[in-house]
């Protein structure tokens, strides 16, 4: 078992803009960084063209305004995510209380918490699954894991071979062109250029039939 993200998320405590009304996508560069180019909530990679990443709102922008508790831009209450994750999160916030995220079960941990991975692990594929019912919830409710799995899995396995490949790239400027360790490093990474060109017509495959 693995964790559903490699890093854990941290917002940085002074951020480089101060946008004030509706205008908390100024914010995006900055999340970019803290989250590490990945969604908040299913991890996946903001490199590839499969989606288009958003700012969330953790706690509902809805809820914020009604009760007047939050402003919309304010940071903390900010995340980097997909827009899968974004869009099936939408709506699912299971109280009228600005505190209170989840209630028997049901509803949502700050991906900036560490109680997030208690919650969620990433099998050995790559699928999202779940150690708790607060889990099990996010997986088949809050945010669609289950319904997501092959795109999911497909996304984990396209940044595998992504790093594997550029690790290869590295160590390859190391030697020389003419040498054998050269040779067989870049016979390596052309195998894995390969997969991950299948895998990424895959992908793509996938997200045209959807």
């Known amino acids: 078992m693995m964790k559903v993200r490699d890093k854990l998320p941290v917002r940085r405590s002074n951020p480089s ?15 970019k960084q803290d989250f590490h180019e990945h969604c908040a909530y299913c991890g996946s990679y903001d490199g590839f063209r499969h989606t288009y990443f958003e700012v969330d709102h953790f706690i509902p922008k809805e809820l914020c305004e009604r009760t007047g508790e939050i402003d919309l831009c304010q940071y ?12 099936n999160k939408l709506n699912k916030w299971p109280s009228n209380n600005t505190a209170i995220s989840h209630v028997n079960n049901e509803g949502f941990v700050d991906p900036c918490s560490n109680d997030f991975d208690l919650h969620l692990y990433r099998t050995r594929n790559g699928s999202i699954r779940w150690h708790t019912q607060l889990g099990k919830w996010m997986v088949e409710v809050g945010f669609k894991f289950d319904q997501r ?23 390859s400027r190391k030697y020389s062109e003419t040498s054998d360790e050269h040779k067989d490093i870049m016979a390596n990474a052309g195998k894995y250029a390969l997969a991950y060109f299948s895998c990424h017509n895959e992908l793509m495959d996938y997200y045209n039939s959807i």
């Open 17 to 31: 803009k101060n946008p004030s009304g509706h205008n908390w996508s100024a914010h995006k560069s900055d999340l």
């Open 76 to 87: 903390d209450n900010l995340v980097y995510s997909c827009k899968f994750c974004n869009n």
């Open 149 to 171: 799995d092959y795109a999911i899995r497909l996304l984990w396995e396209l940044e595998k071979l992504k790093t594997a490949i550029d690790r290869l790239m590295t160590l």
